[in-house]
Structures are given as structure tokens and as C-alpha cells.
């Protein structure tokens, strides 16, 4: 298993930016994606960004152009620089990873971390 711990949230105004760090430890060798999500209370997880072991990335269109993923794989680590901030970006954040451990694949998650954008 991969333990996840999220960093970097806060409040912030619209216009704004934040940047997001995740660092993996435990398993860190059987990773093979990592994600950022976002969750408003009461609505489904939505991903954000992906990016997998070879560095193809994807993005929510909401949040193309204005954020940016990068993941140093030394370092074990996950980071989004979160720019031009707008209120509807306010949710909790959480870090994760895709692990392969016995020809499974599995999901393991950050506790999260909240952002709050105000108009």
C-alpha cells in the first residue's frame, strides 16, 4: 500500500494561485498513475489531472490552461500549480495513485486538502 500526504491548500481570492504537493511513501516502487481530485461535499469526486509513469498527462477541461501537473518519480512526489483561481474551484483536493500490487490494480488516497477560493 501507498500512503499519500496532501500540502499547499488554503484561501485564496480569484485571480490567485496555489500550488499542491503530495508526497508517497510505503510501496512507492508498485505506483504507476498519479491524480489529483477534487470533491465539493454532497457531489461525485471529480478528477482533475492525471499523469502517468511515463508522463503523459490529461486535464478536466474546466481546468486546462490554468493548471499545471508535474510528478518527480526520485522523489516520489505529485505537485499542481493551481493558477487564475475562480470560486467554482473551491473543493476539497485529494492526491492519488494507481498501484499495481499482485496483477491488481488499486487506488489509494490522500486525506485531502481544502482550497477555498472567494470572489
Known amino acids: 500500500q501507498v500512503q499519500l500526504v496532501e500540502s499547499g491548500g488554503g484561501l485564496v481570492q480569484a485571480g490567485g494561485s496555489l500550488r499542491l504537493s503530495c508526497a508517497a511513501s510505503?510501496?512507492?516502487?508498485?505506483?504507476?498513475?498519479m491524480a489529483w481530485y477534487r470533491q465539493v461535499p454532497g457531489r461525485q469526486r471529480d478528477m482533475v489531472a492525471t499523469?502517468?509513469?511515463?508522463?503523459?498527462?490529461n486535464y478536466a477541461s474546466s481546468v486546462q490552461g490554468r493548471f499545471t501537473i508535474t510528478r518527480d518519480n526520485a522523489k516520489n512526489t505529485v505537485d499542481l500549480q493551481m493558477n487564475s483561481l475562480k470560486p467554482e474551484d473551491t473543493a476539497v483536493y485529494l492526491c492519488?495513485?494507481?498501484?499495481?500490487?499482485?496483477?491488481?490494480?488499486?487506488?489509494?488516497w490522500g486525506q485531502g486538502t481544502q482550497v477555498t477560493v472567494t470572489s
Open positions: 492519488n495513485a494507481v498501484t499495481l500490487r499482485r496483477g491488481h490494480f488499486y487506488n489509494d
Open positions: 510505503g510501496n512507492t516502487f508498485s505506483i504507476n498513475a
Open positions: 499523469i502517468a509513469s511515463g508522463g503523459s498527462i
